[in-house]
């Protein structure tokens, strides 16, 4: 019987390949947490982050938007699809396992029955298993760069819309004011008409004034509700 093996990668060989791959680890398990931290809490349509709150504030807001937009969820898988390389290009081939056999050896009287096993090992040049790692994980961290800049993106544009929203609230109260003054106004106007002591035209012009000061609270309440259905919805 005969048996042949091809010869094993040495363990000096071995110990080179970790070597290269150490300092790429330790970069892939930083990106890695990374990652981990930017965890996207997933959201159903029907769910409303500010449900139950007496008051829409900014740090709640562009917290709801980044939760919930999608095209910061597609650079996050993108980040994540490019981290996943890394273990890929940097592992070694499968090692093979290979039998062969004499088929005329069995039964001849002449020799013995002939049979080979082998094992083998594909083992890229030093230091391309660390090249390929490097390679991987800069695109990982362009995929990161990416994600971070869309991040920063969303709460900046988020961040600018609630000053909208403060500004057209703040609005809303003023106007809600004028038009307590005003609608006041025109109580005393007709009282002082009725007892004799104004003419027509206070009244009047009260009723003129609180009509133009209700249109204008309408139009704010109208443009107000317009924009949180285009700017804050999901």
Request: charged share 25%.
């Amino acid at each position: 019987m005969h048996v042949a093996f091809r010869r094993a990668p040495s363990l000096a060989l071995g110990v080179a390949l970790a070597t290269a791959c150490a300092g790429t680890g330790a970069r892939y398990q930083a990106l890695h947490a990374e990652l981990a931290s930017t965890e996207l809490r997933p959201s159903s349509i029907g769910d409303d982050p500010f449900r139950g709150a007496a008051s829409l504030e900014r740090e709640p807001l562009v917290r709801a938007v980044l939760q919930r937009n999608p095209t910061l969820r597609s650079a996050r898988a993108a980040w994540r699809a490019a981290l996943a390389r890394y273990p890929q290009d940097t592992a070694l081939a499968d090692p093979m396992l290979g039998m062969g056999i004499g088929p005329r050896s069995f039964g001849a009287a002449e020799v013995r029955d002939g049979w080979k096993t082998d094992v083998s090992q594909d083992l890229p040049f030093p230091g391309k298993l660390a090249l390929r790692g490097e390679v991987a994980l800069a695109e990982a961290d362009a995929t990161a760069g990416d994600f971070e800049a869309a991040r920063l993106q969303l709460a900046t544009v988020a961040s600018l819309l609630y000053d909208d929203y403060y500004l057209a609230a703040r609005t809303l109260e003023v106007e809600d004011h004028h038009v307590g003054l005003l609608e006041e106004l025109q109580r005393v106007a007709t009282a002082r008409l009725e007892s004799g002591q104004a003419t027509l035209q206070d009244p009047v012009q009260a009723t003129a004034e609180l009509a133009h000061r209700r249109h204008d609270r309408f139009r704010y309440e109208r443009e107000g509700a317009g924009w949180r259905v285009e700017r804050l919805a999901p």
